[in-house]
């Protein structure tokens, strides 16, 4: 019988560690609006100025954007193309958005100009540690304000378990 109490026990340790370090995860990712581009401006000159100088060729992709913002925080370890993403600001409340395009080590200024034209992507949150960035696309239109506190929740789609 004091078997099946241990063995109870450290089943339910187990759960609550693995739901604990989960949620822990989750409140981790935070970050800090760092910029606001609300009028319309070319889009090299906009990241020139958002994102660091690598020592790369200029880049040369032609065209403006009149909305995007840029989040520097910290990023979840494992994201994907198309995975739903929500945001929340204290005061704007939560937007959905998806990943549509994110950084490699070799990922120039073009290729996220490119993708910002391409995936009409509005939101660059780019990890503090790292430099590794993520092209997002918000549902609706999201333009907090320099300085706003936004936090980042990865949407995993539920998987469904039948029984025997």
Known sequence: MKKIHLVLLLLVTCFVWNV????????????????VVKEDTEICEALKDLLPDRGEEPCEV???ISNLVLIQGTLPKKLEPEQSIILKVKGMGKFMAKVVFFTESDTTLNDMALA???????????????????LLKAEKEFLPSVGDVVSLKVKFARKMIEGC
């Open 20 to 35: 604990m370090s989960s949620t822990c995860d989750a409140a981790r990712q935070k970050g800090k609006v760092a910029a």
């Open 62 to 64: 032609k065209g403006q």
């Open 116 to 134: 910002l034209v391409k995936e009409e992507g509005s939101i660059i949150w780019r990890n503090e540690k790292d430099g590794f960035c993520v």
